[in-house]
């Protein structure tokens, strides 16, 4: 069998065994059905001025968190009480900046009807719920539901600074009367 015989006989295969396949439909995408979404303005939704679900709730406190020189000259910390600034408002929500010294805590409480996101901008806080703790570090978000009760502590030797987005915002904060700590060693 000379080279050249051995080289055209299987591209003769090929070609026989497509032409006993079937044809394959044109399968369109989406895009190709609707068109471009950009394309029709009307479509389109208004870029919204205030957040109004929970993801873009999450999505401005990282937006703000990323933004150190929007809240970092404001921190202060105080070690008689926790403190607080209300950094910024908006319809139906608000934002504040929160500074824990080290042992500083928020005592067991809820939010009422507001749910909140919970993120650590610099240190470390401690969460205690009835379900157990959780360690939250800088960067380290928690989504919370009306009626969620917690205590918050600053549990390290070193100072810790949060934001907190309440949504609608916080018009209450009912304070409960034993720790989570101490009902997990209750016998129930």
Same mark, same amino acid.
Request: net charge negative; glycine share 8%; with cysteine.
């Given at each position: ?8 006989? +299987?591209?003769?295969?090929?070609? *026989? ?42 999505? !401005? ?5 990323? *933004? ?18 209300? !950094? ?14 080290? $042992? ?16 650590? !901008?610099? $240190? ?23 009626? /969620? ?5 600053? *549990? ?6 949060? !934001?907190?987005? /309440? ?6 904060? +009912? ?14």
């Amino acid at each position: 069998m000379n080279s050249t015989t051995a080289t055209t006989a +299987p591209a003769t295969a090929v070609a *026989d065994a497509t032409a006993t396949v079937a044809p394959t439909a044109t399968v369109e995408s989406d895009l190709q059905i609707a068109g471009d979404i950009l394309a029709v303005q009307h479509l389109l939704q208004p870029a919204r001025e205030h957040p109004a679900t929970v993801a873009e709730f999450v999505g !401005l406190a990282r937006s703000i968190a990323e *933004d150190r020189a929007s809240w970092e000259h404001l921190v202060q910390y105080d070690a008689t009480t926790r403190w607080y600034h209300r !950094l910024r408002t908006g319809p139906g929500y608000e934002v504040w900046l929160l500074s824990w010294v080290p $042992g500083q805590g928020s005592g067991l409480h809820d939010h009422g009807a507001s749910s909140g996101v919970l993120t650590v !901008l610099e $240190g470390e806080l401690t969460e205690h719920t009835s379900r157990g703790r959780l360690t939250h570090r800088a960067d380290g978000q928690r989504v919370f539901a009306p009626g /969620y009760a917690h205590e918050v502590v600053n *549990d390290t030797l070193d100072g810790a600074v949060s !934001l907190h987005v /309440y949504f609608p915002g916080l018009t209450e904060m +009912p304070m409960h009367s034993c720790s989570p700590a101490e009902s997990e060693s209750v016998p129930a």
